[in-house]
């Protein structure tokens, strides 16, 4: 018995989703505006973490948000709740904040048209929360329960800025929002599916409108801990600054970052018949899975030949279409080769002609914020006509050969952009995104 | 135009058994899968009782040691029922063409497991025998195992059940509770019918339950207290002692109804509809949505799988939003629950009910909601469906609500032999 072949794509005519609002919060700005032009400019967010001791850890960098940024954007609701909001989740709502005055959300009438996707991890339990158990267990797989239960040891709020779930969770309350919610924990591809599957709700008529983004603080010990276990970061370097260098030659590994990125993701009609400013389009949305090992992407990047063909399919667009790719662009050594395998793959010698870019060179690795973060700045990127450099860019790769905009961004008219979001795992998602041309 | 949809395998492992046949036959016997919890003493906590599924054999499944890690118990589970899923619907095990083949899953939260740091929490005692985190910090952090960070990534048991299974096709991780799942369930169900798939699968898992996860249900869910064996939790009686934490894995095969009766599958549901709402009156807006608002006078539906988790304050809130849904004396469906017998599977709830929901099409016997002893005395705040054999169902909805303000229902009707 075989799997049976697939049918032919239905083409119903569908509802048009544009982005009426954008916000982010990340180390290079606190809004879009600002994070657009240093990102523009070609300065990193990238230095040394200050926010715990990171003595004798081979990787002490990272793209930190300096706190005094979130309490300019804390809110009401979020001075209220902060005790039981995660770091990212306060980020969360920094973003959406932007994203919502600049959509006018206040005034939507019927919020039970609005959803809500959002990925988003959590909090990281600490080393010490960790090691504090040992205390409770003899070695011997016995527990001291009661001594647990009597010590207070799972904090209230701990469990709750733990919960992924929480985060779609506190914007729909914070806006109201009592159309679907979705936590999404698809690791570096969260943001960008929540973005895509936000696109689909309203696309199918269950709701006109979606607040859609992701938001990550991963950025302790244990964060940082992991992937130092995994070899995955960059260790050698000769300024934080300089180490995140996606498709150079002397890339060693990505660099962790926080931040949050959030759209509101609307029908086309619904945002007309309110005045709203139209700011971009979701064309198409791609997903997939590598199905090859939990610890390697594909080496063909077959994974995401697959969710950038999705897109493209999607958008109903051909490869010449395409005039700029948002690349995932990690700066590990393994995905820049294979993303820039998959681009060829995808776009044949078209891709010769594209510009090929990554936001990670100067803000990092934000994990589940990156998709929705690369969206918003691919969006600002055709408003104004510009192509963002990917910084560091000094040792060319004769496996990674395609146009990466080195180092200085370039001032082109472009209305059609593939953007990337790859997850640890291997699931694998692509916006395709256009400019909006009254 | 989106197509119909239509179940072709249910795979479910519970506390009552390894399978959908096991668990539905003690479920006919009136069993329970709740007992004193097993693997911890977990005498600590006021809940102390647990519906616990046995862990698979990994071999069995075709997992390596170092993957079984990776992937923990509740992983297993996942990966025991999709397989069940897939071979019930006579799809390979291992897909030839996963670029078509779609996985939603949902997924609970996972803790670190102190053992995995005990080494080196071990070697960052300073002199005086206490932890000393320079010392970890600096150099002892290195006894760890290396895979340890892919055990505590949330979609770990996605990305393994995927490549264990060669699917590539769309896919998505949701995380929270029943509402998680349910959106798993309706994704499926959706890129299903629109063509962007030819099989998806969509299920959950429970979290395993651990003094840490334990310690968690305390928090999310007013628990039963106690270990004794009588009946805790009575979904909808007024009495519930609360949540009985459960176990398990559910999974099911979706795809479209012509595809499937094409290849000659047995079609054991359809999936008819689903809606999705949070903040206030989430239940009821769901129902209405995935029953197309045909909810006033007459029922749409013969019965109600209500999620139905026993804790007595949201179990009213349930049942006055049924009453709002279907307003009158007789207007409401007979309403099952089953979370009394199999405890809370959390994320893989929905997907557990809908396999449930297949037995009620195929045999038109229900088991009672609540294990025996409930007492003949029980009013329940809902009328609840008569335990028995009777005319079997043509429709059923089933409802799940998240940990906070959250709620998904899910329309599904009979299949028809191929």
């Known amino acids: ?438 | 135009m989106s197509e119909r949809v239509v179940i072709t395998g249910a795979g479910l492992v519970s506390a009552l058994g390894g399978d959908r046949a096991a668990t539905w036959a003690a479920l006919g016997g009136g069993r329970s899968g709740a007992t004193p919890v097993a693997g911890f003493d977990a005498r600590g906590f006021a809940c102390r009782r647990a519906a616990q599924a046995a862990v698979p054999d990994p071999a069995a499944l075709g997992v390596s040691p170092r993957d079984a890690y990776i992937m923990g118990r509740s992983n297993l589970w996942f990966l025991q029922a999709a397989r069940a899923a897939l071979a019930e619907a006579g799809l390979p095990l291992v897909c030839t063409d996963g670029t078509v083949v779609g996985c939603f899953a949902a997924l609970g939260m996972i803790d670190p497991v102190p053992d995995d740091l005990r080494t080196a929490a071990t070697r960052s005692r300073g002199p005086d025998g206490a932890f000393d985190p320079g010392r970890f910090y600096a150099d002892a952090y290195r006894e760890i195992y290396p895979l340890w960070p892919l055990a505590i990534l949330n979609n770990v048991g996605f990305c393994m059940a995927a490549t264990s299974m060669g699917i590539r096709g769309e896919n998505a991780v949701f995380a929270g509770g029943a509402d998680a799942g349910a959106a798993a369930l309706i994704e499926a169900a959706d890129v299903v019918g629109a063509g962007r798939a030819v099989v998806a699968l969509a299920g959950g898992a429970a979290e395993a339950i651990t003094p840490l996860g334990l310690a968690r249900w305390h928090h999310q869910a007013e628990l039963c207290p106690g270990d004794g064996p009588e009946p805790a939790c009575r979904p909808f009686h007024p009495a519930s002692g609360g949540v009985v934490p459960g176990e398990g894995a559910a999974v099911l095969v979706l795809e479209r109804e012509a595809s499937a009766r094409a290849r000659g599958a047995g079609i054991l549901a359809v999936v008819a509809g689903w809606g999705r709402a949070s903040g206030a009156q989430a239940v009821a807006r769901a129902a209405e949505t995935a029953l197309n608002g045909r909810t006033g006078g007459t029922p749409a539906v013969d019965l109600c799988i209500a999620h139905g988790e026993g804790a007595p304050a949201r179990d009213a809130e349930e049942a006055a939003a049924y009453r709002r849904l279907w307003p009158g004396p007789d207007a409401a469906p007979p309403v099952a629950a089953f979370k009394g017998r199999l405890g809370h599977l959390g994320p893989a709830a929905p997907a557990a009910d809908a396999a449930l929901a297949v037995e009620i099409f195929r045999t038109g016997c229900l088991p009672a909601a609540w294990p025996d002893g409930a007492g003949p005395d029980a009013v329940p705040v809902l009328p609840l469906a008569a335990a028995g054999a009777g005319p079997a169902p043509r429709t059923v909805l089933l409802a799940a609500r998240g940990w906070i303000d959250t709620a998904a229902a899910v329309a599904l009707s009979a299949g028809v032999a191929p």
């Not at chain 1, 005039?323 to 393994?334: C, K, L, P, R």
Request: with cysteine; net charge neutral; glycine share 12%.
């Open chain 1, 1 to 438: 018995m075989t799997h049976p072949p697939a049918a032919a794509n239905p083409q119903p005519p569908r509802r048009r989703v544009v982005v009426t609002g954008c916000g982010m919060i990340t180390p290079l700005g606190r809004t879009t505006a600002e994070t657009f032009a240093r990102a523009a400019a070609g300065e990193s967010g990238i230095g040394y973490l200050t926010r715990f001791d990171t003595r004798g850890l081979p990787c002490a960098i990272g793209g930190q948000i300096p706190d005094s940024w979130l309490d300019d954007r804390s809110d009401d609701y979020g001075r209220r709740h902060r005790p039981q909001l995660a770091l990212c989740n306060r980020l969360l709502l920094a973003a959406a904040g932007e994203a919502a005055t600049q959509a006018r959300l206040d005034a939507l009438p019927d919020r039970a048209r609005l959803g809500v996707a959002v990925g988003a991890h959590g909090e990281n339990p600490s080393v010490d929360d960790a090691l504090f158990l040992h205390r409770f267990t003899d070695g011997q797989g016995h527990w001291d329960t009661a001594a647990i239960a009597r010590s207070g040891g799972y904090d209230f709020m701990q469990f709750y800025r733990r919960k992924s779930d929480l985060a779609p969770v506190t914007l729909a309350a914070r806006y109201g929002a009592g159309g679907p919610n979705l936590a999404l924990v698809s690791a570096c591809a969260a943001g960008a599916q929540a973005i895509g599957e936000g696109t689909r709700l309203i696309r199918e008529g269950r709701c006109d409108a979606m607040l859609a983004g992701g938001a990550e603080s991963a950025l302790d010990f244990v964060g940082i801990l992991g992937f130092t276990l995994l070899k995955a970061l960059a260790e050698r370097f000769t300024a934080p600054e300089r180490a995140s260098r996606p498709f150079d030659r002397k890339r060693c590994g990505f660099v962790m970052s926080e931040g949050a990125g959030v759209v509101v993701l609307e029908e086309l009609d619904h945002a007309r018949a309110r005045g709203a400013a139209i700011l971009g389009e979701v064309l198409g949305y791609g997903d997939s899975a590598d199905a090859y090992r939990i610890t390697d992407t594909h080496p063909a990047g077959e994974g995401a030949v697959l969710a950038m063909r999705g897109a493209m399919a999607d958008a109903g667009l051909a490869p010449e279409a395409v005039e700029y790719v948002n690349a995932h662009g990690t700066s590990t050594v393994q995905n820049d080769v294979t993303e820039t395998r998959a681009i060829k793959a995808v776009l044949g010698d078209h891709a010769r002609r594209v510009a090929v870019s990554s936001n990670k060179s100067m803000l990092g690795h934000t994990i589940a914020a990156a998709g929705a973060i690369e969206c918003i700045l691919s969006l600002e990127g055709m408003r104004r006509g510009v192509l963002l450099p990917t910084i560091n860019h000094e040792f060319p790769d004769p496996k990674c050969d395609l146009d990466y905009v080195p180092n200085v961004a370039r001032a082109r008219a472009h209305r059609v952009v593939l953007s990337n979001s790859f997850g640890f795992g291997g699931q694998n998602a692509c916006l395709c995104l256009g400019r909006w041309d009254e």
